[in-house]
C-alpha cells in the first residue's frame, strides 16, 4: 500500500499546481502590464516558482511538489499571497478568472524575451489573443507507460472537471454565453484541446520526435493537450481546469484530480479499468462543458443518456470515493459539493453582473475572491524546487 501512502517515500501520485493570476488596476479595474516589477522583487523571494507568460498582464507560479492536497493548499495560500503582496507594493492587483471581464487583447504588452517574440512571429494573432488564465494540475505517476495508460482513461473525466473549475463567461466587455469561453480562444493554438488514445509512451515519444524531426515543435512542452505526459517532470498534467477563483475550489479540484489517477491505478492493480472512449464522444462533453458548464447536461456514454451535470457528478464523487480518506483529502473533496449547490465562478460573475450591471463590479467581486482568507505577504523563507521551473511555452 505504500505507492497510495503519502507518508510513504514510495508514494507515487504526488501533486503539483500551477496556477495563471491576472495583473489588475485597482482603479481602472483593467488589466496592466506589470509584471516585469512584479518579478524583479519576486524572484528574490520565489526563485523559480514565479515565472512570467506571454503577456506581461499574467503572473505564474507553481508550487513545490506535494504529497496531499493538504499540502498544496498551504503552497497556493503562500503563492497567492506573496503575488499579491508583490502586486500591491506597485498599486495592483491580482485576480483569478480565467479571462478578464473587459480588457482587450489588443492593449497588452508582451514580455520582453526571444522565446515570446518566436511564439508571435509563428502563432500571429492566435498569440496575441492568448489573454486566458488557466490552472494546471501535475500528477506523479509510478513511470510513464503506466501514465500514458492513465492518461487514455482520464480523458473521459476532463469534461467534468473542466465543468467544476469554469472561470470565464466575459470577454472584451461581452457576456458570451460560454462558462469556459477561456477554451474556445486556446482552442486557436495548434496541439490543444483533448488527445487521441496512445497505445503506449513509446507511441507518444514516437509522435513527439516526429514532430520534432519536421520542424513543427523544439520539444514536447509545445504540445498543450488538456491532459499531456510532461516531458521533464515524469507527471501527467492535466491542463483543461480554468483558473479556480476560490483557494478552496483549487484545491479542491487538484484533490479531486489526484483521486481519479489513485482511483484508476488501483483498478489497474486488480486487473480492471474504466472504458476508454472515443475522442469524438469525451469532445461532445467538452463541448457541453464550455457552454453551459454545470447548468447544462453530460452525456454518460454507457448508459447514452444526457444526464444533468449536477445529477451526473455525485457519481464521479462516488466513484473515487474509496481512496480519499487514503490520500487523506475528504475534507477538500468534499467541497466539490458546495461547487455542485452553489455554482463555479463564472456562475457568481453572472450573478454579479445581472445584480449590477456593471463589469467593474464583477472585476472588484473576483480582485476580493482571489485572496480571501489568502494571508498578504512575502514568505520570509526561501522557495521550495517549483513543480515546473521555466515558462510554460518553451
Known amino acids: ?57 499574467v503572473v505564474e507560479v507553481g508550487t ?23 502586486a500591491r507594493n506597485h498599486g495592483a492587483e491580482i485576480v483569478a478568472a480565467g479571462t478578464h471581464p473587459f480588457s482587450s487583447w489588443h492593449q497588452q504588452e508582451v514580455y520582453p524575451h526571444e522565446r515570446y517574440y518566436g511564439v508571435l512571429q509563428e502563432m500571429q494573432d492566435a498569440a496575441r489573443r492568448l489573454l486566458i488564465f488557466g490552472m494546471h494540475v501535475h500528477v506523479g505517476v509510478p513511470d510513464m507507460e503506466t501514465g500514458m495508460k492513465l492518461q487514455n482513461v482520464v480523458r473521459y473525466f476532463l469534461p467534468h472537471v473542466l465543468a467544476l473549475s469554469t472561470s470565464s463567461p466575459f470577454w472584451m466587455g461581452r457576456k458570451t454565453g460560454f462558462k469556459s ?20 509512451h513509446s507511441e507518444f515519444e514516437r509522435y513527439v ?28 498534467e492535466v491542463r483543461i481546469c480554468d483558473i479556480a477563483t476560490r483557494v478552496d475550489e483549487a484545491v479542491a479540484l487538484a484533490a479531486l484530480i489526484q483521486a481519479i489517477f489513485v482511483k ?19 469532445n461532445e462533453n467538452k463541448w457541453r462543458a ?23 457528478l455525485p457519481e464521479l464523487l462516488e ?25 463555479t465562478s463564472a456562475d457568481r460573475q453572472l450573478a454579479v453582473y445581472e445584480r449590477t450591471g456593471d463589469l467593474k463590479a464583477v472585476v472588484d467581486h473576483l480582485m476580493a475572491e482571489t485572496v480571501a482568507g489568502v494571508p498578504v505577504q512575502l514568505p520570509d523563507w526561501p522557495a521550495a524546487v517549483p513543480v515546473e521551473p521555466g515558462a510554460d511555452l518553451k
Open 64 to 86: 513545490c511538489v506535494c504529497r496531499t492536497a493538504t499540502q498544496a493548499r498551504e503552497e497556493i495560500l503562500r503563492l497567492r499571497g506573496a503575488i499579491a503582496a508583490l
Open 290 to 312: 464550455v457552454r453551459y458548464g454545470l447548468d447544462g447536461e453530460l452525456i454518460d456514454f454507457g448508459k447514452e443518456q444526457a444526464i444533468p451535470a449536477r445529477q451526473l
Open 319 to 343: 466513484f473515487v470515493d474509496d481512496v480519499v480518506d487514503m490520500l487523506g483529502s475528504r475534507q477538500e473533496v468534499a467541497y466539490l459539493e458546495r461547487i455542485l449547490a452553489e455554482g
Open 1 to 57: 500500500m505504500s505507492v497510495y501512502d503519502p507518508e510513504s517515500k514510495d508514494f507515487a501520485f504526488t501533486l503539483g499546481v500551477e496556477e495563471e493570476y491576472q495583473i489588475v488596476n485597482p482603479e481602472t479595474r483593467e488589466l496592466q502590464s506589470y509584471v516585469s516589477q512584479i518579478l524583479e522583487k519576486g524572484k528574490l523571494v520565489l526563485r523559480e516558482q514565479l515565472k512570467p507568460e506571454l503577456m506581461q498582464s
Open 264 to 282: 484508476l491505478y488501483r483498478l489497474f492493480e486488480k486487473n480492471m479499468t474504466f472504458r476508454v472512449y472515443p475522442l469524438a464522444l469525451i
Open 209 to 236: 520526435n516526429l514532430l520534432i524531426k519536421t520542424g513543427c515543435i523544439d520539444n514536447g512542452k509545445k504540445i498543450w493537450w488538456d491532459v499531456r505526459p510532461h516531458p521533464f517532470f515524469g507527471t501527467i
Open 181 to 200: 469561453y477561456r477554451s474556445l480562444i486556446f482552442s486557436n493554438f495548434p496541439r490543444t484541446g483533448i488527445p487521441g488514445f496512445f497505445a503506449s
